[in-house]
């Protein structure tokens, strides 16, 4: 790691908040901001594009491996580019939401993900969030963030971001989905969402987003 270059750890179930948070304690702390669930969208994009099914590791791994994933990281915005074609937009649907969980849940395709995560991380002055960042990807990070919020107040985040990009998606669609993701999850094989004993935990439900990047700052 370069000369005081820490690893922050984020990890939080879909709709928390952890990419805004994210984005301002990279700005706050002049760090690179790593979005691995960005990555992981990346390979369902792909993969629905080419007509793989969600529950096929074996054709998701070969998909993956040669792939070129990168994450460019500016003024808190991130770009994400599959094999140089620019997905930013294309990760962000109701499709990519409905697979993710079941791409990401393949042992392989977890493998070769963390790979490249802990490569990118290692030289420090990160913060890099997801699901099992503190607990599997950088368990000695420096400062690890458990961030959450109740169901009910993830579904209406994410209500507003679907409506921001001009798509509607119902409520009661959304809360089914989330659930559903929250389930998923949580209960898979490998790497299950799951706090970190020595993460602090931050409940977002009643918090507005200034008191939200006040509440990591501090835990940092």
């Known amino acids: 790691m370069r000369n005081n270059g820490l690893v922050v750890a984020i990890d939080g179930p879909s709709g928390a908040g952890k990419s805004t948070a994210g984005r301002a304690l990279a700005e706050r702390l002049g760090y690179t901001y790593i979005d691995t669930g960005a990555m992981y969208r990346a390979l369902?994009?792909?993969?629905?594009?080419a007509g793989v099914a969600p529950d096929d590791e074996a054709t998701l791994t070969?998909?993956?491996?040669?792939?070129?994933?990168?994450?460019?990281?500016?003024?808190g915005e991130v770009t994400v580019f599959w094999n140089g074609k620019d997905v930013s937009l294309a990760i962000r649907t109701p499709e990519v939401d409905a697979a993710v969980s079941q791409v990401s849940s393949h042992p392989a395709v977890r493998a070769e993900m963390v790979a490249r995560q802990q490569v990118m991380g290692r030289q420090g002055g990160v913060v890099?969030?997801?699901?099992?960042?503190?607990?599997v990807v950088f368990p000695l990070a420096t400062a690890?963030?458990?961030?959450?919020?109740?169901l009910d107040a993830r579904v209406e985040r994410r209500h507003r971001q679907y409506q921001q990009r001009g798509v509607e998606v119902p409520r009661e669609?959304?809360?089914?989905?989330?659930g559903e993701r929250d389930r998923k999850d949580s209960s898979r094989k490998t790497s299950p969402l799951a706090i970190s004993p020595d993460a602090i935990v931050i409940d977002s439900s009643d918090l507005n987003l200034e008191q939200q990047n006040a509440a990591c700052a501090r835990a940092c």
């Open 128 to 135: 890099m969030e997801g699901r099992d960042i503190g607990s």
């Open 62 to 75: 070969e998909l993956l491996q040669p792939a070129r994933l990168e994450l460019q990281s500016a003024k």
């Open 173 to 178: 669609e959304l809360h089914k989905d989330l």
């Open 144 to 150: 690890k963030i458990f961030l959450s919020a109740s």
């Open 44 to 49: 369902t994009q792909a993969a629905l594009a």
